[in-house]
């Protein structure tokens, strides 16, 4: 699958829109192609041409932000498209017309190993802070189809931004945002109800999306916190920490001492973040 992104500024506004095309052979790698040209529309009567140019720095007009879902990872799973605020900040001397964002991962954004995904057309709305500085927002649609289990990592936040006098600027690297891949963590504490000072067996799996092959596979190996709340208490605390097996299965035992509930807990990992089980409540007799 190839993307493609086109930005035109149309009378004062920017609007920027991701295109799936497909790629010239069917192979399976992925390839994206990003068009960072800003092309005006024809003219109405009366009107001037409004001339096209490159996303390149050209000119005073500057990007001087760019984030993503606001600095925080992105969280993706196996089948909801996630789509993900950004702004971009832009100025120059003229004012700008409009500005957008895009995220891409490999060795440069012009590569045969880059890709990643652009904005959404009618997400883009902008709003002027002074005479030259401009914040435009919108959103970006991640399409866990089209990704890898390696692309769970720091991507990229790139921008583009077109001025009022035809000014433009691009930087390919502006920030970076984490992609993530969901988590998801399950328990049970058995047997009950139980007597005070017997042993439990608490069970339960850690898995996590594969992007390889849309399903959720065991994370293995990984140290999890076995944790309990009393019940009327407000908070849990670690009773131990269990290693999940090689197909992220969980498995321990301990002693019943008070009705509560007790819960697995992982931290998270750079590419997967952190999650609790919901507390399985447990009468102890």
Request: net charge positive; charged share 20%.
């Amino acid at each position: 699958m190839r993307i493609r992104a086109t930005v035109a500024a149309v009378s004062g506004a920017l609007a920027l829109s991701a295109l799936a095309v497909p790629a010239a052979q069917a192979d399976d790698s992925r390839s994206w192609s990003l068009d960072r040209g800003f092309t005006a529309t024809q003219p109405s009567a009366g009107e001037k041409p409004k001339r096209a140019f490159a996303a390149t720095q050209d000119g005073d007009a500057k990007i001087t932000a760019a984030v993503v879902n606001g600095g925080k990872p992105i969280v993706v799973g196996t089948k909801s498209k996630v789509t993900v605020p950004y702004t971009v900040t832009a100025t120059d001397d003229s004012g700008i017309a409009g500005a957008a964002a895009f995220i891409w991962i490999g060795s440069s954004v012009d590569a045969e190993d880059s890709f990643g995904f652009g904005p959404n057309e009618k997400s883009i709305s902008c709003k002027a802070a002074n005479a030259t500085t401009t914040t435009c927002k919108g959103t970006i649609t991640l399409t866990p189809d089209l990704m890898l289990n390696s692309d769970a990592t720091w991507w990229r936040v790139g921008a583009a931004a077109g001025a009022n006098d035809g000014d433009e600027a691009e930087r390919d690297a502006v920030s970076k945002v984490r992609v993530q891949r969901f988590s998801k963590l399950t328990v049970n504490a058995s047997p009950e109800p139980v007597k005070k000072g017997k042993t439990i067996t608490v069970t339960g799996k850690l898995t996590r999306a594969n992007w390889d092959t849309g399903t959720y596979k065991g994370y293995s190996k990984q140290s999890v916190k076995l944790q309990f709340k009393k019940k009327g208490a407000k908070s849990y605390t670690t009773v131990k920490t269990v290693k999940t097996s090689s197909t992220g299965t969980l498995k321990t035992t301990v002693k019943a001492s008070a009705d509560g509930y007790w819960r697995y807990s992982f931290a998270g990992t750079p590419s997967t973040p952190a999650v609790s089980a919901k507390g399985d409540y447990l009468d102890v007799k």
